[in-house]
Nanobody, 125 residues
Framework: QVQLVESGGGLVQPGDSVRLSCVGS??????????IAWFRQAPGKEREGISC????????YYSDSAKGRFTISRDNAKNTVYLQMNNLKPEDTAVYYC????????????????WGQGTQVTVSS
């Protein structure tokens, strides 16, 4: 059974840092054959693709909202992808999802993503 499980979310204060993890299991030949993207969805807002990393980890993409503060990385030996988020702001409050596809898309919504269940990040003082 193919599964993606996110973790690392929680309640943090503005300016804090958080590292989200996405662990994959059940993928034929391993998570390392798949590009992984992070999405987020805030209450009342549309889902937003914020970052994507290629299967080998050599190419990364960031949305304007993530650029400069978020870093995506992966450890294929651990079937894990990370999203390091620094200098968090209240507007970063959302449910964060990781998703797998064969490649990254410039238009995130084009992909036929396999989704995790999400992890809540709340940024509040």
């Amino acid at each position: 059974q193919v599964q993606l499980v996110e973790s690392g979310g929680g309640l943090v204060q503005p300016g804090d840092s958080v590292r989200l993890s996405c662990v994959g299991s059940g993928f034929t030949l391993g998570l390392g054959l798949y590009a992984i993207a992070w999405f987020r969805q805030a209450p009342g807002k549309e889902r937003e693709g914020i970052s994507c990393i290629s299967s080998r980890g050599d190419v990364t993409y960031y949305s304007d909202s993530a650029k400069g503060r978020f870093t995506i990385s992966r450890d294929n030996a651990k079937n894990t992808v990370y999203l390091q988020m620094n200098n968090l702001k209240p507007e970063d409050t959302a449910v964060y999802y990781c998703a797998a596809e064969l490649i990254c898309y410039s238009d995130y919504e084009r992909g036929s993503w396999h989704w995790g269940q999400g992890t809540q990040v709340t940024v509040s003082s």
